[in-house]
């Protein structure tokens, strides 16, 4: 299998540590609000690898961690805990707050029929891990007490920027408006663990050898991923947005405290972007997949459009690519469902179309190309019935697309138009026209169709007699 690897800036052999065994982590989301569909493009990516790499034969363990602490509004280490923010936004606990959120991840994760991780370990489970590292950090001099708290030292580790390929001009926070920590040794030092600068009002502390406090956002994949996958690690992946300074400082400082190179492939997913040009949890309304779904779509056309562009290309959403991608989506299953099993499974052509299937995965995960594999099968007159099925239920083992579940939710005509008149209701409710919004609640329910509010947008039910 090829694999691009963000460390070498090239598509590679991809050989695992250790023979047939991949030990892969994704990071998992910040749980201070839900995830949008583009958070959702990025986990989408992962599985596609980790189900790429079981159908190659590869036995894999997956960890992924799920943030609810020490994540700052700013990449860099300015600005407060994103799950502060969220606590003080609703009024609630930071635990009751990453609950609510971890389960809304996990709900729509799962709607797009990706598959749970096999360790999903919250950042605040693994707190003496983080202690035992920066411990042993600062006795080999790679980290310094300042202020009151940790940092690691990045002049110490060779090659810092060895991920982005750039040199010191890229500085964390370069991005935002920052006015500089002076407690750092270099701009491009990093917390490991907060005690005096970012105490004020924080819920959640911990004791530590250098006073009670809470641990940065870096320090927990690192602990993390080497509590339950070891010191050599195959796989790490994000979205692209990760590579800096996030995936940076997790090298820098868990090579410095194993003492030798840690993980092998960086793989990083391009963004979901929307025609303002970024998606983002900060702004108003956030489209999740649920929302999706609340307005009539079956998430799975979601998916089906994320495989149909590469993971490293950005993906551009608006709703006419969705409805695009859900018509050809729909027509898809139709065709599937119109084959009749007949004749047996000829071993030949099975063996033929899966080595074709596969090599588009093997060149960097092409799923786009997969896919069209699937169209030229579908037109093959020279297969029967039987085998047809049987190859598409072997290539949905990576789409997961529910190519033959008999059960997928395709939307009809009248979805298409309750979508409509819900997407003009919420138009005039935001333009204050209330009359309006009330006239096509109450049309729709004279047709037997009862409009729900929820948090997330408006879903429907057909009432019944
Ligand atoms: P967060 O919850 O903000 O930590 O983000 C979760 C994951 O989603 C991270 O790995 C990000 O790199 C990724 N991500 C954030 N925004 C986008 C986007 N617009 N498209 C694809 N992935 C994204
Ligand atoms: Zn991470």
């Known amino acids: 299998m090829k694999l691009y690897n963000t460390l070498t800036r090239k598509v590679e052999d991809f050989i695992p540590h250790e023979e047939n065994k991949v030990k ?23 599985d596609i690898l980790y189900r790429t790499l079981k159908f190659l034969g590869y036995e894999v363990t997956r960890a992924m961690n799920i ?21 003080k936004r609703e009024n609630k606990s930071s635990m009751e707050i990453a609950k609510y959120y971890t389960d809304a991840f996990f709900n729509d994760y799962k709607k797009v029929n990706c598959i ?12 003496d891990e983080y202690i035992k590292i920066i411990t042993n950090l600062i006795d080999k001099d790679f980290a310094y007490i300042s202020g009151g708290n940790v940092y690691f030292d990045t002049s110490k580790f060779n090659n810092y920027y060895c991920l982005t390929n750039q040199d010191s001009n890229l500085v964390v926070g370069a991005r935002e408006d920052v006015t500089a920590d002076s407690n750092k040794r270099n701009q491009a030092d990093f917390v490991l663990w907060f005690t005096t600068s970012k105490f004020e009002n924080h819920e959640l502390l911990w004791d530590s050898p250098w006073g009670k406090g809470y641990p940065g956002w870096h320090i927990e994949c690192t602990g993390i991923s080497i509590k339950y996958l070891g010191e050599y690690l195959d796989i790490h992946g994000g979205g692209v947005d990760n590579i ?64 149909g562009s590469h993971y490293r290309k950005q993906l551009l959403f608006t ?38 299937f596969k090599t588009h995965l093997e060149n960097d995960l092409n799923t786009s190309n997969a ?18 099925l049987s190859i598409i239920k072997e290539f949905d083992k990576v789409l997961a697309l529910d190519l033959c579940d008999s059960n997928t939710k395709i939307p ?5 138009e309750i979508r409509v008149l819900i997407n003009k209701r919420t138009e005039a409710k935001k333009n204050k026209n209330f009359e309006e919004a009330d006239r096509i609640r109450n049309d729709l329910l004279e047709k037997g169709i009862k409009l729900i509010d929820t948090r997330e947008g408006t879903s429907y039910e057909f009432i019944k007699d």
Not at 116 to 127: E, K, L, Q
Not at 322 to 346: C, Q, R, T, V
Not at 412 to 416: H, I, K, N, R, W
């Open 371 to 388: 896919l069209s594999v699937l169209y030229e099968l579908l037109k093959d007159n020279n297969v029967n019935g039987t085998t047809k």
């Open 67 to 87: 943030t609810d602490v020490g994540h700052l509004v700013s990449d860099g280490d300015t600005g407060d805990d994103k799950m502060e923010v969220a606590r």
């Open 116 to 127: 749970m991780p096999d360790i999903v370990s919250p950042a605040t489970d693994n707190i």
């Open 244 to 307: 800096f300074p996030h995936h940076t400082n997790e090298i820098a400082q868990s090579e410095s405290y194993l003492g030798h190179k840690w993980c092998k492939y960086w793989f990083h997913n391009e963004h979901l972007i929307d025609e303002s040009g970024k998606m983002s949890k900060s702004k108003g309304e956030i489209l999740t997949v649920s929302y999706l779904e609340n307005h009539g779509f079956n998430p799975l056309s979601f998916r089906f459009m994320c495989l």
């Open 412 to 416: 009809t005509e009248l979805d298409d």
């Open 319 to 356: 709703n006419d690519n969705l409805i695009h991608a859900e018509d050809i989506y729909k027509k898809l299953l139709k065709k599937i469902s119109n084959i009749k099993e007949e004749g047996n499974n000829d071993k030949n052509i099975f063996d033929l179309y899966i080595e074709k």
């Open 24 to 46: 892969m982590y994704t990071c998992g989301p910040t749980v201070y609000h839900y995830a949008h569909i583009g958070n959702i493009r990025n986990y989408i990516g992962h």
